[in-house]
């Protein structure tokens, strides 16, 4: 059977690269991870981290909530009879202007970012209609009860490199710090390239992947 990545075999790769076994630097590992999960989602946008999801805007319904682990959208997409039809982002003044009275209802042209955890509509659909929403998320986080992701799977060494960056603060050595980061950078961009050739039939996907 091949080997694969998991959270256990990264936490003793970290050890072995580290050369350090003591309690305090065992302790800070698991937020060396989180760390370097936060920053690949961050800049390794890609078909791994692209959700799609599904549902219905109700008459009137003016916000929406997002996602869980949500980190950025991609597109929104609208059912009218056969077709989907796209709506797009604006910030939210531009939504309110759009869209100033808040009971009004009419077929949504925009969206935007409420808060964190929801989305604006403008205007609120006057009909209950069907959406397709696709998203970029942040994965479930590793952890001992999480033993692996789609970046354990797929992009291992990407996920190595980034965490052992996060922990070279934490042993100060910092002469150590451009080294990882090469590497790590050399890996985000075969990643990049991988999902821009994967999503080179969207070109509104391919921009974001590549940014």
């Not at 959270?7 to 937020?31: C, G």
């Not at 209802?105 to 209950?128: G, N, R, S, V």
Request: aromatic share 12%; glycine share 4%.
């Amino acid at each position: 059977m091949a080997e694969s990545l998991t959270y256990s075999s990264l936490v003793n790769d970290i050890v072995t690269y580290a050369e350090r076994s003591d309690q305090p630097f065992l302790n800070q590992i698991p937020r060396f991870i989180m760390l370097a999960e936060q920053r690949i989602a961050t800049e390794a946008r890609g078909l791994g981290f692209l959700r799609v999801v599904t549902g219905t805007l109700q008459a009137g319904q003016a916000t929406l909530q997002k996602p869980a682990r949500w980190r950025e959208s991609a597109s929104f997409l609208l059912r009218e009879g056969s077709d989907w039809r796209p709506i797009y982002q604006r910030g939210y003044l531009y939504c309110r202007q759009y869209a100033p009275d808040s009971t009004a209802t009419d077929k949504p042209a925009y969206y935007a970012d409420y808060d964190f955890e929801h989305f604006l509509i403008a205007p609120a659909p006057a009909i209950a209609t069907d959406f397709e929403f696709a998203y970029y998320e942040l994965p479930e986080q590793l952890s001992e009860a999480n033993q692996v992701n789609w970046t354990t799977r797929y992009a291992p060494h990407l996920l190595l490199y980034a965490t052992l960056l996060e922990a070279q603060p934490f042993l100060k050595l910092t002469q150590r710090i451009a080294e990882f980061q090469a590497l790590y950078a050399q890996a985000l961009e075969g990643i990049k390239m991988d999902s821009a050739r994967r999503l080179s039939g969207d070109q509104s996907l391919l921009r974001s992947a590549a940014q």
